[in-house]
């Protein structure tokens, strides 16, 4: 079963993509921010990790960054989570190693296509 | 696959309020000439987040509002705009209608507002002022129509993929999009590998490949990009399209070559970009019976707990299984039970914590609400806030919000004088609030506290003397009049000003604190302040009571209601009437209510002489209760009787005693209207 790291700061945002995932038969991990996310990454080795951008104490693109240090992190598929405003976050996400974005709002479908299509 | 986001409506709904405080304080808190970037950083993150949810989650109105917001602190946050004071008024505004909107989303009604469009109308405003250097983001969106790509036709895409050489460094793998390439229609992969260094040059993370693609397909080219939409600017990507329906066929061949590179990017007409629209909006589930968080420390240490119990039980067990029970394994029952006695209250004490909540979450509300009366009524005031941290139950917290909200507005409004007034008197020209909560024994003290007028005890008696609440020759102390202001129907505002007339007086604050089982006190002194000390148990669901026998019948007395106990002398009991008697405590004389008769069953004492009078608590005024016989003080578990049977007058819920039988809890206030005693006092003149 392939592992999926989800961080959000948002408890609803959390819950929606865990469930989603959960359901289609991923296994799941949740962290509320990137600190968590980053202890959490080094504890479990996940296939995929989908951050939010904006959260406290460490944002989204530090996430990214730091994961991308890890040498289990290298190749691994990191996808952020974005509005439609947030044009300069994706190029910003890009130079900082993330794989791609699913852009906010979205619906569970679209997640697991985006899903699906990074992970094969 | 079909998931039901209506099921993560309420915790949206939680965290968007949550969101709102914090944004709200933080909003309170800000130096607008100098904000903090921190602080900005959390008010945008809760807009954000809202905006985020609300528009998964499909409730569109919120998320169109909050799009102003988060727009506004995004140029705020990134320097773009200056902050003004304006700017924080609109954002406090949009603090209240955001609460109302949701509100109205958990009770599922159509949210309408005129303030909506005013507020909606002032952010746009606000946006569109010197915004000049801001619309280059819609470089994209340039609009290159291609009739021929509107139209489903089989076409051969001839695709040059030239990928970065970092691409599999951010986690992109090329033969994943060549998988949903072939998604789209048939696809055929050449590699180009001219372009490979030698060996030894050759970096193992770097992809030095580059891929002709051929795919037949129907879609359209915007479909092909999106496959490499993550990539594209870092990819040279180069699209050349052969059509091959019958007209096209006919045409010559450089007409139906098109070619497009993703450096100039053209896409199809806009109109499909708005697919993508939030789904309909599901109706949220009721909000009823709501959630808490409880910190993992707290759910620890209930485990922890419950491993004990689990151990004192097997232990416990070990003896049941003998067959005889010898001296010995006497006494380790007799420690077993004991343990279990102190696991057990433990363990309640624990799960009561989880219920819990620091009073700061009630305080924080009161900056706002001071800071608006303030500026309101020309009053200066300091808000001070203490024992923020002092724990009580979510559900007392929830109730005791409002007549706390009332006080502090009557303090505001009655109590605090103008900047003016106070000079007068020599006083600092500030004023102050002070919040201050604490626990004493297993209640909590919430104080309110303010260094006004006081209560101006002249006008107070002029007004119940109208109110026919006293009597013109009556000689009341100071402190006598002041609770005059808790009776029924008092009101001093001359005019029902637009705050403190709401319809409800001190009488109804009274009232609500009575129904938490608390009590609520008054001190004032003149041109010094007053002070309203209100206890209250930490929570509903245990009560501390006094159980009292009546005849066959056991009933809990709150002891928080309780003064003293006491045998009455004949000579001190006084009969006014048929069915009212009197007894004189030291100065007073208080009514008795005699508790048999007033539930209709049988009792030991039929007269007050032959038993024990119970000397409680009444909105204020002494009752006495004849009771036979005072048994033991003990913890009772508060059982709701509207939910199992039907509400009974003079009873505000059941317990189960430790032999299994059930004990009614006395609701003091409902027995006194049941009796008839309106208004102890009266009697007592």
Redesign the interface.
């Known amino acids: 079963m392939k592992k999926i790291l989800a961080v959000d700061?948002?408890?609803?945002?959390r819950?929606?993509v865990g469930?989603?995932l959960k359901?289609?038969g991923f296994d799941v991990t949740e962290a509320c921010d990137g600190d968590e996310a980053l202890k959490a990454a080094q504890i479990g080795e996940f296939d995929l990790v989908i951050s939010d951008v904006?959260?406290?104490v460490m944002d989204g693109l530090t996430l990214i960054r730091n994961l991308?240090t890890l040498p289990a992190y290298?190749?691994?598929?990191?996808l952020m989570?974005t509005?439609e405003?947030g044009?300069d976050k994706k190029?910003e996400g890009?130079s900082a190693?993330?794989?791609?974005?699913i852009?906010?709002?979205?619906?569970?479908?679209?997640l697991?296509a985006t899903v699906r299509?990074?992970l094969? | 696959?079909e998931?039901d986001?209506s099921?993560?409506?309420q915790?949206?709904f939680?965290?968007s309020l949550e969101g709102l405080e914090s944004m709200e304080s933080e909003l309170l808190k800000l130096d607008v000439n100098e904000p903090d970037d921190e602080s900005i950083n959390?008010i945008?993150?809760a807009a954000?987040?809202i905006?985020?949810?609300s528009?998964?989650?499909g409730f569109s109105q919120v998320?169109d509002y909050t799009?102003l917001l988060?727009?506004l602190l995004?140029e705020i946050r990134d320097g773009r705009r200056q902050m003004t004071s304006d700017h924080q008024d609109m954002l406090l505004l949009s603090v209240d209608l955001l609460r109302n909107m949701i509100d109205a989303l958990m009770r599922k009604v159509d949210f309408e507002d005129p303030l909506l469009a005013e507020l909606e109308r002032r952010f746009t405003a606000a946006l569109a002022v010197n915004n000049a250097n801001d619309d280059s983001?819609d470089e994209?969106t340039v609009e290159a129509t291609s009739n021929e790509d509107d139209a489903n036709q089989m076409a051969t895409w001839t695709i040059d993929f030239q990928p970065g050489i970092d691409i599999?460094?951010?986690?992109?793998?090329p033969?994943?999009m060549f998988?949903?390439l072939r998604l789209l229609g048939n696809l055929d992969v050449k590699i180009v590998d001219s372009t490979l260094p030698d060996f030894s040059d050759m970096d193992p993370?770097a992809c030095y490949l580059n891929w002709q693609l051929t795919l037949v397909t129907e879609q359209t080219l915007e479909q092909i990009k999106e496959v490499f939409?993550?990539v594209e600017?870092?990819c040279t990507i180069n699209y050349h399209k052969k059509v091959h329906s019958p007209q096209a066929d006919q045409a010559s061949a450089s007409e139906n070559q098109e070619t497009t590179q993703s450096d100039t990017p053209q896409q199809s007409p806009g109109t499909e970009l708005t697919t993508?629209k939030?789904?309909a909006v599901t109706p949220a589930k009721t909000p009823e019976g709501g959630s808490i968080r409880v910190s993992i420390e707290k759910i620890d240490i209930l485990i922890n707990m419950v491993g004990e119990l689990v151990i004192t039980q097997a232990m416990l067990g070990q003896i049941g299984q003998q067959d005889s029970i010898d001296e010995e394994s006497l006494l380790s029952m007799k420690q077993g039970l004991e343990q279990l006695a102190s696991h057990t209250r433990d363990l309640q004490e624990s799960v009561m914590q989880i219920r819990m909540l620091p009073i700061s979450f009630a305080f924080n509300r009161f900056p706002r609400l001071v800071r608006d009366i303030g500026q309101q009524l020309g009053k200066k005031v300091e808000l001070i806030l203490k024992g923020e941290e002092t724990e009580l139950d979510k559900t007392v917290m929830e109730k005791i919000v409002d007549p706390m909200v009332h006080l502090v507005r009557n303090s505001l409004d009655h109590g605090l004088e103008t900047p003016e007034v106070r000079v007068s008197k020599g006083k600092e020209e500030v004023g102050s609030i002070t919040l201050n909560a604490f626990h004493q024994g297993g209640n909590i003290i919430i104080e309110i506290i303010d260094d006004g007028a006081g209560l101006d005890t002249e006008l107070i008696r002029k007004k119940a003397l109208e109110k026919g609440l006293i009597s013109e020759d009556e000689e009341l102390s100071e402190d006598a009049i002041n609770q005059l202001i808790f009776k029924a129907g008092f009101s001093t505002a001359e005019a029902v000003s637009d705050l403190s007339g709401r319809g409800v007086g001190m009488d109804v604050v009274r009232r609500n604190i009575h129904e938490l089982n608390g009590t609520i006190e008054l001190k004032s002194t003149k041109d010094k302040g007053s002070r309203f000390t209100i206890r209250l148990p930490l929570t509903l669901a245990i009560l501390d009571g006094q159980l009292v026998r009546v005849g066959k019948h056991t009933y809990v007395v709150p002891l928080v209601s309780i003064h003293e106990s006491l045998q009455v002398e004949e000579q001190r009991i006084n009969r006014i009437s048929e069915s009212h008697e009197l007894i004189r405590l030291r100065d007073e004389y208080l009514p008795v209510i005699k508790v048999f008769q007033e539930f209709g069953h049988d009792a030991d004492s039929h007269e007050i002489r032959d038993g024990l009078v119970m000397v409680v608590d009444s909105n204020n005024e002494k009752i006495g209760l004849l009771v036979d016989e005072l048994l033991s003080q003990q913890q009772v578990v508060i059982k709701s009787l509207e939910d199992n049977y039907y509400k009974v007058p003079g009873v505000s819920g059941a317990t189960i005693l430790g032999d299994g039988t059930v004990a009614l809890i006395i609701d003091i206030f409902g027995l006194v209207n049941l009796a008839g005693i309106t208004n102890a006092s009266e009697h007592a003149a």
Not at chain 1, 74 to 78: A, D, R
Not at chain 1, 97 to 101: I, V
């Open positions: 700061d948002s408890a609803s945002m819950q929606m469930f989603t359901t289609a904006n959260m406290p991308r290298k190749f691994t598929p990191l989570l509005t405003s044009i190029h890009r190693g993330a794989t791609g974005w852009v906010k709002p979205f619906n569970p479908d679209q697991l299509k990074v094969g | 696959m998931i986001l099921q993560f409506s915790v949206f939680e965290e959390t945008f993150r954000h987040s905006k985020g949810g528009a998964t989650f998320a799009h988060e727009t995004d983001h994209n599999l460094r951010c986690g992109n793998d033969s994943l998988n949903e993370e939409e993550w600017d870092e993508t939030p789904k």
